[in-house]
């Protein structure tokens, strides 16, 4: 990989994009020349806004035109197969957001054609990447509170989904999906308990429920993990019923506890984290963490580590195969509500 800036092109201009923009231009090491989105009017308006010298409609034209050393695909998960077709035919790394596929085996034919043209891929998973995420992880590989997890419980109020008029502001495509607690926002639990764990998800057990009747989807629930047989998991989500933090979207936790053989790490909603040692009182781990960009700039955090891996030639933390690992979790807690 090239020394020099690498250069990207941003296939989608919605909302989430431009967390992806504000990130992307505080990366020294990339360049985004174009844009990309069906909606000319919209192109040209997030042109403007982000000073980006080219607008496309057509993401074939865009890619053989700039030829980009990788594209940000920031569309629906319907459109994500062909888009990741039309750059991995031309050999161009990709970033893709999730939700990866609207289905399991859709996300793995999609995966299977990154492998078989042989690009670099990765998953726009950002959870991970949330600063209190990374710091419990340093302290669990330390072995500050020991070196055998017991329990996990993250619980998790939203608040944006008891309304009428629910997510239209934002993610107005919420309110239609069939699936929409675990296969947008569970999903990302998922992940980051395998990330915090290091282990493999060995049972399965959910139950989920729709709280607001205006909606398709199931906005509530309670997912039971278990990881290696012996770390119990509790994700207990609700979109419905609100937090008591003045931003649920900072942490997405009202709280999350870990309970290991040498004590408990615990997460609150405004990022603080407390160590407690056993038989000893507990106390505030200082670590560094900002309000900017999206939960705590994870956004930014996620992509430096796709540009880094890039241009190393490393391996995604977020790679298509181990997403699909997520998916199959996701498939699962499903399975089950219909069963």
Excluded at 217 to 225: F, I, T
Aim: proline share 5%; glycine share 8%.
């Amino acid at each position: 990989m090239s020394e020099g800036k690498l250069k990207g092109v941003l296939i989608g201009a919605g909302y989430f994009s431009r967390f992806h923009m504000d990130a992307w231009q505080r990366i020294p090491e990339v360049q985004i020349t174009a844009v990309c989105d069906v909606d000319s009017e919209r192109a040209n308006t997030y042109a403007a806004e982000w000073n980006l010298p080219t607008v496309y409609t057509d993401p074939d034209e865009a890619i053989e035109s700039e030829k980009p050393d990788f594209v940000d695909i920031v569309t629906p998960p319907d459109t994500h197969r062909a888009l990741v077709e039309i750059a991995a035919r031309r050999g161009v790394a990709v970033i893709c957001q999730k939700p990866l596929a609207p289905s399991l085996p859709e996300a793995q034919a999609l995966v299977a054609l990154t492998e078989q043209c042989g690009i670099p891929f990765m998953v726009h998973e950002n959870f991970r990447f949330q600063p209190w995420h990374r710091e419990l992880k340093k302290l669990l590989t330390g072995g500050v509170v020991g070196d055998a997890v017991y329990a996990v419980y993250w619980r998790m109020r939203m608040g944006d989904g008891w309304q009428p008029d629910a997510y239209l502001a934002r993610q107005p495509y919420f309110r239609t999906y069939p699936r929409l607690l675990i296969y947008e926002t569970g999903i990302h639990l998922i992940d980051t308990v395998r990330y915090l764990l290091g282990g493999r998800v060995t049972g399965v057990f959910a139950r989920l429920a729709r709280r607001n009747e205006a909606i398709a989807g199931e906005d509530s629930g309670v997912v039971v993990l278990e990881v290696d047989g012996r770390t119990q998991v509790i994700l207990d989500m609700s979109r419905y019923n609100e937090s008591q933090y003045a931003n649920p979207r900072y942490t997405f936790a009202d709280d999350l506890r870990i309970d290991a053989a040498g004590g408990s790490l615990r997460l609150t909603g405004d990022g603080t984290l407390f160590v407690q040692p056993l038989g000893k009182p507990a106390y505030e781990h200082r670590y560094a963490h900002e309000n900017r960009g999206f939960a705590g700039d994870c956004v930014r955090a996620c992509q430096q580590h796709f540009v880094d891996q890039l241009r190393a030639g490393q391996v995604f933390e977020t790679s298509g195969p181990d997403y699909l690992l997520n998916l199959a979790v996701q498939e699962t807690i499903y399975n089950q509500q219909t069963s």
